[in-house]
Nanobody, 129 residues
């Protein structure tokens, strides 16, 4: 069964850090571009960052301005995961975080990111004192 599974969410204080992972079952995550999104209560899903395949593309990443310098996306090919490292977290970062793919190898723009349409179930991140 093809599936994306997010993990690593939890409660963290403002200014803290959290590391989210996206794992794949049923396919090799390294073959495809993977994006991270979030959805806060009462808001639309928001695209954050994506990373292209290393093995089938150039492995570049794209970040929306609101998370540049605070969030970093990377791949762990040995573990078949994509990691989202989040630092300097703020209360407004509270949301359910999702990883996704479209089955393409590259992601270099916001339009590429927002075209992703195969989702995991999400992991909740709560930033609160």
């Amino acid at each position: 069964q093809v599936q994306l599974v997010e993990s690593g969410g939890g409660l963290v204080q403002p200014g803290g850090s959290l590391r989210l992972s996206c794992e794949a079952s049923g396919f090799n995550l390294d073959y495809y571009a993977i994006g991270w999104f979030r959805q806060a209560p009462g808001k639309e899903r928001e695209g954050l960052v994506c990373i292209s395949s290393f093995s089938r593309n150039d492995g570049r990443s794209y970040y929306v301005d609101s998370v540049k310098g605070r969030f970093t996306v990377s791949r762990d090919s040995a573990e078949n995961t994509v990691v989202l490292q989040m630092t300097s977290l703020k209360s407004e970062d509270t949301a359910v975080y999702y990883c996704a793919t479209e089955g393409k190898t590259g992601c270099t723009s916001y339009s590429d990111l927002m075209a992703m349409d195969y989702w995991g179930n999400g992991t909740l991140v709560t930033v609160s004192p």
